[in-house]
């Protein structure tokens, strides 16, 4: 079984300029998670996609981020203009439905991540 | 909010110690909490999973433990490798609001040497 996917794996741009990454899922999860994660922390969740509808923004800066999902497959994480502080690894996930009510709640499965320098 | 930390931040222990990371959370209100291994340049790999309802779960030479009531977890590794040296994370998985949302600690970077 295939994993996720992501591209680039590394992106160096200058501040003010924009940039798009690229995730594929494992096939036949229907939930897409997008994460950043800073040097030294944790990572913490931008936004949740269940199929192609958004489940969770909350800390999704909307500002200047953007993600779409179509056809709830694909996903591309965008950031337009890049600050300096969105230096960070940005890691995709995807996992089967989670259940909202209890149940079995299904194990997210990790993509190697992009790493991006904003200089 | 869900705050989660982890102790120590870096570890560097010789081959074959026994150790133990510690994991804490604010709210104990969780469904479940899960152990993440991560390597440099790679995603991270779930270890152990713990529901709410387990005090414990075992795989191999790990051993996580959960004490919901006090907002901790422990993981344990025995006879540790130089193959065991990355960053390891807890996540906690709330129990009441939004699904499949992890809010993860900032990890321990452990290192083993020969």
């Known amino acids: 079984e295939a994993g996720v996917a992501q591209s680039p794996r590394y992106k160096i741009i200058e501040k003010r300029q924009s940039v798009a990454f690229w995730c594929n899922p494992i096939s036949g999860h229907a939930t897409l998670y997008w994460y950043q994660q800073i040097l030294g922390q944790g990572p913490k969740l931008l936004i949740q996609f269940q199929n192609n509808g958004v489940v969770d923004d909350s800390q999704l800066p909307k500002d200047r981020f953007s993600a779409e999902r179509l056809k709830g497959v694909d996903s591309t994480l965008k950031i337009q203009p890049a600050k300096l502080e969105d230096s960070a690894v940005y890691l995709c996930?995807?996992?089967?439905?989670?259940?909202?009510?209890?149940?079995?709640?299904?194990?997210?499965?990790f993509g190697p991540g992009t790493r991006l320098t904003v200089t | 909010k869900q705050e989660v930390t982890q102790i120590p931040a870096a570890l560097s222990v010789p081959e074959g110690e026994n150790l133990v990371l510690n994991c804490s959370f604010t709210d104990s209100a969780i469904y479940n909490l899960q152990w993440f291994r991560q390597d440099p340049g790679k995603g991270l790999t779930s270890l152990l999973l713990i529901q709410s309802s387990q005090r414990e779960q075992t795989s191999g030479r790990l051993n996580a433990s959960l004490d919901k009531s006090s907002g901790r977890s422990t993981l344990y590794i025995a006879a540790s490798q130089p193959g065991d040296s990355a960053t390891y994370l807890c996540?906690?998985?709330?129990?009441?609001?939004?699904?499949?949302?992890?809010?993860f600690g900032q990890g321990t970077i452990l290192t083993v040497h020969p």
């Open positions: 996540a906690v998985r709330p129990g009441r609001t939004s699904y499949g949302k992890l809010t």
């Open positions: 996930a995807s996992s089967l439905a989670p259940t909202r009510h209890g149940g079995e709640v299904y194990e997210q499965y």
